[in-house]
């Protein structure tokens, strides 16, 4: 498998070039970065262009992004207003938009294969008018993404809106057939299972969020610190067609941890036991 590592576990911070120095030399070739605006000013062009130059010199690729969720109000932090590409009210949801198509035109600069797209927030309930929205949307930025070499891949999230279920089903009620899925394992273990997401959602899953929690609550953890059964989880993997990218996606727990070494142990193990059921190779 390639060792994919998502910038989340740093979103708290400058994503600057030692960090991506500091990435590299832990052997990992590559990252899912986070567009969370007090980490990565992709708004900014000499941002982009800065961390252009440092993946370069390091050798590291930019996998994929992770769509901002939440509005920026200036070049160098969040409002921390949630946005959503599912909003019924037009200039709210327009606002959305447009905050996702800047971190889209990070490709132009720095080239990469998917932007991983939340369907709405926690609190958005599935009804007609979130889900015209999310098609006048999602149908703009499909589009605007093709046209850069982006493909959307919409994660499945912990509420009804993001369920595996309504992501399907929104796919064949609107007829976007370019968009895929990122399957998000945490969030599928606080809902009906992992087993289950990668059932209904297996047809179009082109990466995939690696991360464990207890069941409970969003908690991010190493793969293998909770209660998700991994024999199952990379079984069901193993069935996927696409072979998808595996990008570990993890959350500061106090100050250096997790660190980069106890990370790379995890991609270790997780290596090891898709070996051992014969996919190792197939997720490269």
């Known amino acids: 498998m390639q060792r994919i590592l998502s910038t989340y576990r740093y979103v708290n911070q400058p994503l600057t070039p030692e960090m991506v120095s500091a990435i590299a030399a832990a052997g ?8 969370g605006v007090g980490h990565f000013g992709y708004a900014s062009q000499p941002a982009v262009r800065e961390l252009a130059g440092a993946l370069h010199e390091h050798g590291v690729t930019l996998r994929s992004l992770h769509a901002p969720t939440e509005r920026g109000s200036g070049a160098e932090r969040g ?31 720095i080239p990469f294969r998917y932007l991983v797209q939340h369907m709405a927030t926690s609190r958005q309930a599935v009804d007609g008018r979130n889900l015209d ?27 009804e809106f993001g369920s595996p279920e309504s992501l399907v ?43 464990d929690n207890n069941g409970e609550k969003d908690e991010h953890l190493l793969p293998f610190d909770g209660t998700i059964d991994w024999d199952v989880a990379l ?50």
């Open 133 to 159: 929205a999310a098609f006048s949307s999602l149908e703009h930025l499909g589009l605007f993404a093709k046209h850069r070499g982006v493909t959307i891949a919409l994660e499945n999230t912990p509420n």
């Open 79 to 109: 409002s921390g207003v949630p946005i959503s590409i599912s909003d019924p009210e037009r200039i709210r949801r327009v606002d959305a938009v447009d905050e996702v198509k800047r971190a889209l035109e990070v490709a132009e600069t």
């Open 235 to 284: 079984a069901g993997l193993a069935s996927v067609p696409e072979s998808p990218a595996l990008v570990v996606e993890l959350r500061e727990r106090s100050a250096g941890a997790p660190s980069l070494d106890q990370i790379r142990a995890a991609f270790d193990k997780l290596e090891k036991h898709l070996d051992e059921k014969g996919v190792g190779a197939a997720h490269s």
């Open 28 to 35: 990992i070739p590559a990252i899912e970065i986070f567009c």
């Open 169 to 211: 089903r929104f796919i064949k009620e609107t007829r976007l057939h370019d968009l895929r899925f990122c399957c998000d394992l945490g969030h599928a273990h606080i809902g009906d299972g992992v087993a289950s997401a990668l059932e209904v959602m297996r047809d179009r899953i082109i990466a995939v969020h690696v991360h």
